[in-house]
């Protein structure tokens, strides 16, 4: 029987479609759908009928892992809980997104245990498992929906070019799979990037859409320091670590991005574009540091998604940060370790910077230490 095939682009309502789409997983029926790599192959993970299925349709060797797609990058801990820094930081960086992490798959813990056994050959046969979240709505709205994750695998033969439409899809698969989603050409064309980690290393198994200079840049540490207007308290903090940083690691403040380490900074109210305050300038120049060319800028989503570290300069400060976004309450910590808040010198005599240098100063060589540059 031919699939049924639906454009989405053409759809009244995609919550129908979603609907549709999740029963017709918990019936154990393979669904294609569309990702923003190329189309991927779907069945339930609890379901494992559908799985075998997909493998025959596949026509996927023994031992070759197929993906568990799953909804969050929060969600990662549940199948390795384990997983280690540098894992999170991918996953919080590049999910929903074009990349499959391959992470160690020896917790007794994990979810990976609860899936039939047939399933668990299927998804981690040599001790590691992958896993992915796609950055298509309609899938990712599927994910929500249903009881566990779906395994995946790009919805064509085995050894045959990647689907990059639902036309390709059905040329492919024809009658062995039972619905396709159409969403017209994937957005990349190209299938996701796979990407092993181990420990603080990381291995690129397999080329896709995110290039070896970007993963590189993705992997790296990012500091993020947080005040009120991003005028004189982050900033100096800023360049401070960032000297800091350079030379514990034993480079110049140029190369520190190359080496992976990014140091930020920004305001929960400041205005994008401004100028770091004149004394702070001068403070920093006494110590050989330039400010001159800093522009202030807002806090901002993207900014607390990707900081491995947020350290804000008081309480309320971090408290402001926790409540707009509580998945960054364990990166979120005040600069001081003792809990004392970091006075504002704004509007003060360069005295004042003078001192609040020195505090802040005293500060980051603690936090040296504990992000173990």
């Known amino acids: 029987m031919p699939p049924v095939v639906i454009d989405l682009r053409a759809a009244d309502d995609l919550r129908d479609v979603v609907l549709e789409a999740v029963q017709a997983l918990a019936q154990g029926k393979l669904v294609a759908f569309p990702t923003e790599t190329v189309y991927g192959l779907a069945a339930r993970a609890l379901d494992a009928g559908a799985v075998a299925r997909l493998l025959q349709v596949k026509g996927r060797k023994p031992g070759h892992a197929l993906t568990l797609a799953i909804r969050s990058a929060e969600e990662a801990r549940d199948y390795a809980p384990d997983?280690?820094?540098?894992?999170?930081?991918?996953a919080r960086r590049c999910w929903p997104g074009p990349i499959t992490l391959v992470l160690d798959d020896s917790h007794p813990e994990s979810t990976v245990r609860r899936l039939p056994c047939s399933v668990r050959e299927?998804?981690?046969p040599a001790g590691t498992v992958g896993l992915r979240v796609p950055g298509h709505s309609v899938m990712l709205d599927v994910l929500q929906m249903i009881a566990g994750p779906l395994v995946l695998s790009s919805a064509n033969r085995s050894g045959e070019p990647d689907a990059r439409t639902a036309t390709d899809v059905v040329a492919s698969l024809g009658d062995?799979?039972?619905?396709v989603l159409d969403d017209g050409p994937t957005r990349f064309g190209q299938p996701s990037s796979?990407?092993?980690?181990?420990?603080k290393q990381y291995?690129?198994?397999r080329p896709g859409v995110v290039p070896e200079k970007t993963l590189r840049r993705l992997a790296g540490l990012m500091v993020l320091f947080v005040c009120a207007g991003n005028t004189c308290r982050s900033p100096m903090a800023e360049v401070l670590f960032r000297k800091m940083a350079a030379d514990r690691i034993g480079c110049q403040l140029g190369e520190l991005e190359d080496?992976?380490?990014?140091?930020?900074?920004?305001?929960?109210?400041?205005?994008a574009g401004g100028r770091a305050a004149p004394e702070a300038c001068r403070v920093m120049s006494d110590r050989g540091l330039d400010l001159s060319m800093h522009e202030t800028q807002p806090l901002t989503e993207p900014l607390v998604r990707h900081a491995d570290a947020i350290y804000t300069m008081t309480r309320v400060q971090r408290q402001t940060i926790v409540a707009q976004w509580p998945q960054a309450a364990e990166r979120c910590r005040m600069l001081s370790a003792s809990g004392m808040d970091i006075s504002d010198p704004i509007g003060g005599p360069v005295e004042?910077?003078?001192r609040c240098a020195e505090q802040i100063q005293s500060e980051l060589k603690a936090r040296l230490d504990e992000l173990e540059l």
């Not at 930020?264 to 109210?269: F, M, R």
Request: a positive charge.
């Open 176 to 179: 062995d799979v039972d619905l």
């Open 352 to 354: 004042r910077y003078q």
């Open 194 to 199: 796979v990407v092993r980690v181990r420990g």
């Open 122 to 124: 299927a998804v981690a």
């Open 259 to 271: 080496r992976g380490v990014t140091v930020v900074s920004a305001g929960l109210s400041a205005m």
């Open 203 to 205: 291995e690129l198994l």
């Open 83 to 90: 997983m280690p820094p540098l894992a999170h930081r991918l």
